[in-house]
T-cell receptor, first 116, second 111 residues
Framework: NAGVTQTPKFQVLKTGQSMTLQCAQDMNHEYMSWYRQDPGMGLRLIHYSVGAGITDQGEVPNGYNVSRSTTEDFPLRLLSAAPSQTSVYFC???????????????FGEGSRLTVL | EDKVVQSPLSLVVHEGDTVTLNCSYEVTNFRSLLWYKQEKKAPTFLFMLTSSGIEKKSGRLSSILDKKELFSILNITATQTGDSAVYLCAVSGGSNYKLTFGKGTLLTVNP
């Protein structure tokens, strides 16, 4: 199993450009989420999904879009990049056990985005 | 708004020392508290705690939750240089699928 795969690992954008961060998992997990990590800020939730076709906003959703057309994929779109979106982005998946959400997140290796 | 506060923010110890990391929280409809370890890349799961007073243990690491006082501690005994990492605490509450993370404790273990 590859686990959670994110691409690209590094990206430099100019202000106003758009791009998509790809995330795929092969563990058949229902739950997927996107976090950003900034120095001194910890991990902050951008968007999450509880299953194919279902997405919701997290703590810092502005400037980002997501969709979940399949269980495996959960891409994150930056619509018009801004320097404030310079960050490390992590995709994560999670699962239920015994009908209960476990909260155990499996993270991708991260994508470092710089917006000039 | 859910809130997680970790202390200390950073800590430097020598190999063999025992450390205690703290996590306090405010959350609506608490469901669980989780600890993660982050070395150079992605965080990895350590523990999930849902009940007060029940210690979770894995090797030299252990953790316990106090739901009355709204905090958890993570203990690491006989520290090794490989324990050097950022330790993250997160809570799940309200909407079950949204974790709120603290800012982390940077632990440095010197030989």
């Amino acid at each position: 199993n590859a686990g959670v795969t994110q691409t690209p690992k590094f990206q430099v954008l100019k202000t106003g450009q758009s791009m998509t961060l790809q995330c795929a998992q092969d563990m058949n997990h229902e739950y997927m989420s996107w976090y950003r990590q900034d120095p001194g800020m910890g991990l902050r939730l951008i968007h999450y999904s509880v299953g194919a076709g279902i997405t919701d906003q997290g703590e810092v959703p502005n400037g980002y879009n997501v969709s979940r057309s399949t269980t495996e994929d959960f891409p994150l779109r930056l619509l018009s990049a801004a320097p404030s979106q310079t960050s490390v982005y992590f995709c994560a998946s999670s699962y239920e056990a015994g009908g209960l959400y476990t909260g155990e997140l499996f993270f991708g290796e991260g994508s470092r985005l710089t917006v000039l | 708004e859910d809130k997680v506060v970790q202390s200390p923010l950073s800590l430097v110890v020598h190999e063999g020392d025992t450390v205690t990391l703290n996590c306090s929280y405010e959350v609506t409809n608490f469901r669980s508290l989780l600890w993660y370890k982050q070395e150079k890349k992605a965080p990895t799961f350590l523990f999930m705690l849902t009940s007060s007073g029940i210690e979770k243990k894995s090797g030299r690491l252990s953790s316990i939750l106090d739901k009355k006082e709204l905090f958890s501690i993570l203990n690491i005994t006989a520290t090794q240089t490989g324990d050097s990492a950022v330790y993250l605490c997160a809570v799940s509450g309200g909407s079950n699928y949204k974790l709120t993370f603290g800012k982390g404790t940077l632990l440095t273990v010197n030989p």
